[in-house]
DNA sequence: AAATGCGACAACCGCATTATC
DNA sequence: CGATAATGCGGTTGTCGCATT
């Protein structure tokens, strides 16, 4: 069985392009397009490279309007934002940065950004094999039940849970004592990540961002039930409806309105039950006071925005944070239990459960528990 | 000056999904 | 309706260049 190659693996060049190359193509697809048939456009214009490559090359690095490097605080902060809501689903992702590819945002996620959010580990290993990325060794680290558990998580899983319990351990350190103890923690929500008066900037209107928001099935990921559910709710939302551009709806909810995936994504992402129950106004009602260029309410945003660009709050909270990275990560110091009473309540038992600290077995082994997150989190 | 460490980024690979026959 | 091809996506790897030892 197998599938058969896309190209002749033996007569396609590989490696770095050329500029002769490079020109030849973008020529090409300038004056006549893609044709729909990338598979076959290497032939047409004598190109030895198999059609994924010339694909790949076009959407990441010919296209016109493609920025490079010099990511702005704002996209830093919707490339975080995004990530903790939906995870790795890089081309959404890119979808809301014009010209900005999926390939560049996964690696500056990948190199600079998780960095900055996890924090370093101690001094680094050489090797890649040995590069795991901070987020699986720190939590794989900790002890008792979680240690299978994380195992079981995927990385981007564990990273997303990481910030959240970053988001957390800032939120526990300097926030919970303003607010009412009834009010949940405000998670990160898009809807106040996409705000009204703010319109997306549009969407170049490439076949990369046009299926960005395309309903896609993904069995091999642990689907989101808190998703599923909503799209069975939302019984009207077509497939065709999901499919259709990006367009802004100010007038409804002043939300970002593509088309039906990325707001269901976007609403549902990673908001805790009793958020959901209670805290929605109230993290859309603080929302004025946003300090980040008007983009974001108050509430975790800030505290990342502030995590990310400000050292002194970071200096405070995270005791001893330099340049707003902060070197020890929160999980390890295990925020203290009351800390995180009112919290999403899985998500603490969870992390009060990982950090085996706290009453002995309160929770731990509690597959249930586990499993939520594992649906939740694990893309 | 050479060796090593490391970050950044381009490109590749494999799999899932979608389209077509 | 199943098989096959094409496309899209995300994870991973390779390579280059700069910094440090």
């Given at each position: 069985?197998?599938?058969?190659?896309?190209?002749?693996?033996?007569?396609?060049?590989?490696?770095?392009?050329?500029?002769?190359?490079?020109?030849?193509?973008?020529?090409?697809?300038?004056?006549?397009?893609?044709?729909?048939?990338?598979?076959?456009?290497?032939?047409?214009?004598?190109?030895?490279r198999?059609?994924?490559?010339?694909?790949?090359?076009?959407?990441?690095?010919?296209?016109?309007?493609?920025?490079?490097?010099?990511?702005?605080?704002?996209?830093?902060?919707?490339?975080?934002?995004?990530?903790?809501?939906?995870?790795?689903?890089?081309?959404?992702?890119?979808a809301?940065?014009?010209?900005?590819?999926?390939?560049?945002?996964?690696?500056?996620?990948?190199?600079?950004?998780?960095?900055k959010?996890?924090?370093?580990?101690?001094?680094?290993?050489?090797?890649?094999?040995?590069?795991?990325?901070?987020?699986?060794?720190?939590?794989?680290?900790?002890?008792?039940?979680?240690?299978?558990?994380?195992?079981?998580?995927?990385?981007?899983?564990?990273?997303?849970?990481?910030?959240?319990?970053?988001l957390?351990?800032?939120?526990?350190?300097?926030?919970?004592?303003?607010?009412?103890?009834?009010?949940?923690?405000?998670?990160?929500?898009?809807?106040?990540?996409?705000?009204?008066?703010?319109?997306?900037?549009?969407?170049?209107?490439?076949?990369?961002v046009?299926?960005?928001?395309?309903?896609?099935?993904?069995?091999?990921?642990?689907?989101?039930?808190?998703?599923?559910?909503?799209?069975?709710?939302?019984?009207?939302?077509?497939?065709?409806?999901?499919?259709?551009?990006?367009?802004?709806?100010?007038?409804?909810?002043?939300?970002?309105?593509?088309?039906?995936?990325?707001?269901?994504?976007?609403?549902?992402?990673?908001?805790?039950?009793?958020?959901?129950?209670?805290?929605?106004a109230?993290?859309?009602?603080?929302?004025?006071?946003?300090?980040?260029?008007?983009?974001?309410?108050y509430?975790?945003?800030?505290?990342?925005?502030?995590?990310?660009?400000?050292?002194?709050?970071?200096?405070?909270?995270?005791?001893?944070?330099?340049?707003?990275?902060?070197?020890?990560?929160?999980?390890?110091?295990?925020?203290?239990?009351?800390?995180?009473?009112?919290?999403?309540?899985?998500?603490?038992?969870?992390?009060?459960?990982?950090?085996?600290?706290?009453?002995?077995?309160?929770?731990?082994?509690?597959?249930?528990?586990?499993?939520?997150y594992?649906?939740?989190?694990?893309?």
């Open positions: 069985m197998g599938r058969a190659p896309c190209c002749d693996k033996a007569s396609v060049k590989k490696g770095p392009w050329s500029p002769e190359e490079d020109a030849k193509l973008k020529a090409y697809i300038e004056e006549n397009g893609t044709g729909g048939n990338w598979i076959a456009l290497p032939q047409k214009i004598g190109l030895k198999c059609g994924k490559s010339c694909r790949l090359r076009w959407l990441n690095y010919l296209r016109p309007n493609i920025k490079h490097g010099d990511f702005t605080e704002e996209e830093e902060h919707i490339i975080c934002s995004l990530y903790i809501s939906i995870g790795s689903r890089w081309s959404i992702i890119a809301q940065l014009p010209g900005r590819t999926d390939n560049d945002i996964k690696n500056y996620w990948n190199t600079k950004l998780k960095k959010l996890l924090g370093k580990r101690g001094p680094s290993r050489r090797g890649r094999a040995n590069q795991e990325p901070a987020a699986c060794g720190t939590l794989a680290a900790t002890e008792g039940g979680a240690t299978a558990a994380a195992q079981a998580l995927s990385s981007s899983a564990l990273e997303r849970i990481q910030l959240h319990m970053r957390q351990g800032l939120y526990s350190a300097f926030s919970c004592a303003s607010i009412s103890s009834n009010a949940p923690p405000q998670w990160p929500k898009l809807e106040t990540t996409l705000l009204p008066n703010r319109p997306l900037p549009a969407v170049q209107p490439t076949d990369a046009a299926t960005a928001v395309r309903v896609q099935h993904h069995p091999q990921h642990l689907v989101d039930q808190t998703l599923a559910a909503a799209a069975a709710a939302a019984a009207t939302t077509t497939s065709e409806a999901f499919e259709a551009e990006p367009v802004l709806d100010p007038a409804a909810g002043a939300n970002y309105m593509p088309g039906g995936r990325l707001d269901q994504i976007a609403k549902l992402g990673f908001c805790s039950s009793s958020t959901e129950a209670g805290g929605v109230g993290t859309v009602e603080s929302s004025s006071s946003s300090s980040l260029l008007g983009w974001f309410g509430g975790p945003h800030d505290e990342l925005y502030d995590f990310l660009y400000s050292s002194s709050r970071c200096d405070q909270s995270a005791g001893g944070a330099q340049g707003g990275i902060v070197h020890h990560l929160p999980e390890l110091q295990c925020p203290d239990v009351g800390a995180v009473v009112g919290a999403d309540e899985k998500f603490s038992a969870w992390t009060t459960a990982s950090c085996d600290y706290g009453p002995a077995g309160q929770l731990q082994g509690n597959p249930v528990n586990m499993q939520d594992v649906l939740g989190y694990d893309q």
